[in-house]
């Protein structure tokens, strides 16, 4: 089991940065989990935007390679994501998400927290 409460979003203008943080509380034995954060804007799908698999590898989607930066401090058991550059596009919910199949697609992950939203206006 694992619980996930994210905070850190807001409203920026274009070309801002945000940084979300994501406290994970993990429950039972099973402890190893792959990580990630997507974002469902109004009418939208949910798009996966980054990920950190157990071994440490991560990926992003391509609307956010070389802008978002996906961290984990496995000390502090806090998710990060470190967003640069912001674009009225990157307007969404954004959901903090484990999983312990990491064959499994971001958006497909079975825990996930409560949301933190984030607004960029132009």
């Known amino acids: 089991q694992v619980r996930l409460v994210e905070s850190g979003g807001g409203s920026v203008q274009a070309g801002g940065s945000l940084r979300l943080s994501c406290a994970v509380t993990?429950?039972?034995?099973?402890?190893?989990?792959?990580m990630g954060w997507f974002r469902q804007a109004p009418g939208k799908e949910r798009e996966g935007v980054a990920r950190?698999?157990?071994?440490?590898?991560?990926s992003y989607a391509e609307s956010v390679k070389g802008r978002f930066t996906i961290s984990q401090d496995n000390a502090k058991n806090t998710l990060s994501l470190q967003m640069n550059s912001l674009k009225t596009e990157d307007t969404a919910m954004y959901y903090c998400?484990?999983?312990?199949?990491?064959?499994?697609?971001?958006?497909?992950?079975?825990?996930w927290g409560p949301g933190t939203q984030v607004t960029v206006s132009s």
């Open positions: 993990r429950s039972g034995y099973y402890n190893r989990y792959c």
């Open positions: 998400a484990a999983d312990p199949r990491c064959e499994r697609d971001i958006v497909e992950f079975v825990y």
């Open positions: 950190i698999n157990t071994d440490g590898t991560t």
